[in-house]
Every structure is written in structure tokens, then in C-alpha cells.
């Protein structure tokens, strides 16, 4: 971990990294190309939500730079949900097909849970099936949600010590919240996770050696709730006139972190990486390079 005495904390730069990532994930492509695999991910994105449609063309386009094959299905808002879960059951058994994801949120009319749950979970690249939940919970994980997946990244490559610390998450959603808690947990630091109802939030937040914020309210966690020295991770992805921000105030919290994430330019970036190997590794297990 960085000196608490530093004046402001260092960057933990998620397009560095992330194109690490990706870097090392060319090698694994053209390894499954020679075997006559090509890794394919399949996106169903159901209406016209402009952040959803963003997301989604910048995983087809980290698809694409990277050789993996994609395939983006768009759905009308009032699709059925018979017709949807039909999608899904044609991509569930399509040989081809490696990851599949539904893009988030769904309308209104359609139970996100009865959706995801009717991924394969062998092509629950996003890990949110109850199958791969389990597994994470019980410390054999398949698929880890990618976003947790890419903060672990983030902390490891800092040479963040994990064990023994205190971890503060703040948010406690399926996406997110809980998993990077277990994340952490495997990894034997003491964990906290606070939510709406929590009381005092800064005296736990400023308990935190590792401090994880995903809740979607721009600039709620100020420099006077963080720890000195301590590690800051801000999932959260803010537009303020027009402009994003995270969840942490990054003028303040970063005069007194060690180490923040930006926003642009941090968790989110390590997501999509993490998606892309979670597709790859995917491929690799059903072509039997892995189990
Ligand atoms: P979510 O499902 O809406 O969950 C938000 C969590 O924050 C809930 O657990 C909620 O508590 C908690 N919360 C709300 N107000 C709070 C408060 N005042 N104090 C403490 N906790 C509070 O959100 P999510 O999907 O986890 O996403 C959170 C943020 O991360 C959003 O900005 C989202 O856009 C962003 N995100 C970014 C990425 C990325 O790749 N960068 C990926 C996923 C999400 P209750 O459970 O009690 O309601």
C-alpha cells in the first residue's frame, strides 16, 4: 500500500491496466483460433436506453480489436417475455455461442431475475445465475461478475495487501456489491458492507484500509469519510451536466486516500476487459483447454 504521508494519492489507472488485460488475452484468441475456436459473445439489448446502447457498442467494439466474434441482438421494448426467453433458449443451445448477456436494466414488464436465470450457467459470462453465485459464495468460482472481477484486478496490481485488512462496501447489489464483498472475504479481509439503511456511514467508511463505493450517487463519499492512506475504489458512474463522476469525490477523498480510481478512466474500463475474459475463458472450457 502507498505512504499515508503522500499528499495525494496515486492513480490506479484502469486503461492501463485494462489494456493489459486485453493484451493478454490476444495471446489466449489466437491459441483457440489454431484449434478452430473463435470465442463469441452474444449481447441481448432489449429498448433504445442510450447508456445501455453505449455500453454495448463498446463491447462489440473490444470484440472486435481482440478477434472474439460478437453478436448483438436488438430487441423492442415490448418484446414478450416468451419471446425473450426463446432468445435466449436459441443461444443457450447454439454450439457457437460462448457468453451471453443481457444487457441491464430490462423494462419494467420483464422479471430481471426469471430473464438471467435462464442463461446457461455455463454461458453466464456475467456470473449473475444462481448456479455461479453459489460457487462464488462457496469459493469455487466459475464465472465472477466482471466488475468485482476487475476491482480485484485493480487492487493486485497495486500490490494491494488483502488479508487481514478492513474492507468497507458501500452498496450491497447482486452486481456489485456482494460479490466483490465475497471477493474480498475469500481473500481473508474483514468485511463490512453498508447500504441505505446504514447508520453513520462514515464511521465505517472511515474505518477502511480498502474502501469499495457502488451505490449511484455522484460525489457521496467526501475526503472527511475516507481513511488516510487507504485505498479507494469508486464503481459508480455519475452524469452531472453532462459530465461523469464517480461515487467518491475525487478532489477531496484523493488529498487523503493512497490510491483512488478515476472516473472515467478506472472500473469501468476493467469491466469490459473482464467480460472479454470471461468469454474467452468460456470458449477455452467447452473447446476443453480448461476445465
Ligand atoms: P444498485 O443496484 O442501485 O445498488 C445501489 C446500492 O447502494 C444499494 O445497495 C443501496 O442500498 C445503496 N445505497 C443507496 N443509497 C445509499 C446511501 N445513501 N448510503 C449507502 N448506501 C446507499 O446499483 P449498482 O448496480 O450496484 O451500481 C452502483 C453504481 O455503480 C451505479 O452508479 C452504477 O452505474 C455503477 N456501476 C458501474 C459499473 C462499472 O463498470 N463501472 C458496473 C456496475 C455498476 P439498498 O440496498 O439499501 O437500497
Not at 454495448?56 to 415490448?78: F, M, P, Q
Not at 466482471?146 to 484486478?153: R, V
Not at 492512506?229 to 484523493?254: H, I, M, T, W, Y
Request: glycine fraction near 8%.
Amino acid at each position: 500500500m502507498g505512504d499515508a504521508s503522500e499528499l495525494s494519492a496515486a492513480l490506479i489507472d484502469g486503461k492501463i491496466l485494462s489494456r493489459s488485460v486485453t493484451d493478454a488475452l490476444s495471446s489466449r484468441v489466437r491459441f483457440l483460433a489454431e484449434h478452430g475456436v473463435c470465442p463469441k459473445l452474444a449481447v441481448l439489448l432489449v429498448g433504445d436506453d442510450p447508456a445501455s446502447q453505449t455500453y454495448v457498442r463498446s463491447k462489440e467494439r473490444l470484440c472486435k480489436k481482440l478477434g472474439l466474434a460478437s453478436e448483438v441482438i436488438r430487441l423492442s421494448d415490448d418484446i414478450s417475455k416468451g419471446a425473450l426467453l426463446a432468445e435466449i433458449a436459441r443461444l443457450n443451445a447454439d454450439p457457437l455461442t460462448h457468453g451471453i448477456l443481457v444487457q441491464l436494466p430490462l423494462p419494467k414488464h420483464l422479471d430481471e431475475r426469471e430473464i438471467l436465470f435462464s442463461i446457461s450457467p455455463d454461458k453466464d459470462v456475467d456470473g449473475f445465475h444462481p448456479a455461479n453465485v453459489g460457487l462464488l459464495a462457496s469459493g469455487a468460482p466459475r464465472f465472477v461478475p466482471c466488475t468485482p472481477k476487475g476491482i480485484m484486478s485493480m487492487l493486485d496490481s497495486i500490490g494491494c495487501e488483502i488479508e487481514g485488512k478492513r474492507c468497507v462496501v458501500v452498496g450491497r447489489s447482486n452486481i456489485v456489491g456482494k460479490p466483490i464483498a465475497q471477493l474480498l472475504l475469500a481473500r481473508s479481509a474483514t468485511v463490512t458492507i453498508c447500504h441505505s439503511r446504514t447508520r453513520s456511514l462514515a464511521d465505517f467508511t472511515r474505518e477502511a484500509d480498502i474502501l469499495v463505493v457502488a451505490v449511484g450517487r455522484p460525489r457521496m463519499i467526501t475526503g472527511d469519510m475516507v481513511k488516510p492512506g487507504s485505498v479507494v475504489v469508486d464503481v459508480g458512474v455519475n452524469r452531472v451536466d453532462g459530465k461523469l463522476c464517480g461515487d467518491v469525490d475525487f478532489e477531496s477523498a484523493s488529498r487523503v486516500a493512497s490510491w483512488i480510481t478515476p472516473v472515467p478512466g478506472g472500473v469501468g474500463l476493467m469491466t469490459v476487459a473482464m467480460l472479454m475474459e470471461n468469454t474467452v475463458e468460456s470458449a477455452e472450457r467447452s473447446a476443453g483447454i480448461i476445465i
